[in-house]
């Protein structure tokens, strides 16, 4: 075996597993859809979340200032996740 050979082998190789390695990200990341879409909150209508984070952010105290970035990034999150399906 020459070394042309085995460096050819190699960068062939590595050409495989970046390839194999891209397509794991994708399942992954379908994987990971897939289980959010599991959750029950991800099933309710867009209204009925809507009413929800409307009740949460009205219904605060002063008390919990925590909790509206906490909302908004539940919302967040919940915006990217159907704006890609």
């Known amino acids: ?14 050409l495989k597993m970046a390839s194999l390695a891209k397509e794991r990200a994708d399942l992954e990341t379908k994987l990971e859809t897939a289980v959010r879409l ?13 009413n929800i984070f409307t009740i949460g952010v ?16 539940v919302w967040y999150e919940s915006l990217l996740l159907f704006s890609t399906i």
């Open 1 to 14: 075996m020459s070394i042309a050979y085995l460096r050819e082998t190699i960068a062939t190789i590595d």
């Open 38 to 50: 599991q959750s029950p909150i991800l099933r309710l209508p867009t209204e009925i979340l809507s």
């Open 58 to 73: 009205l219904g605060m105290s002063d008390d919990n200032p925590i909790m509206v970035p906490t909302l908004m990034l």
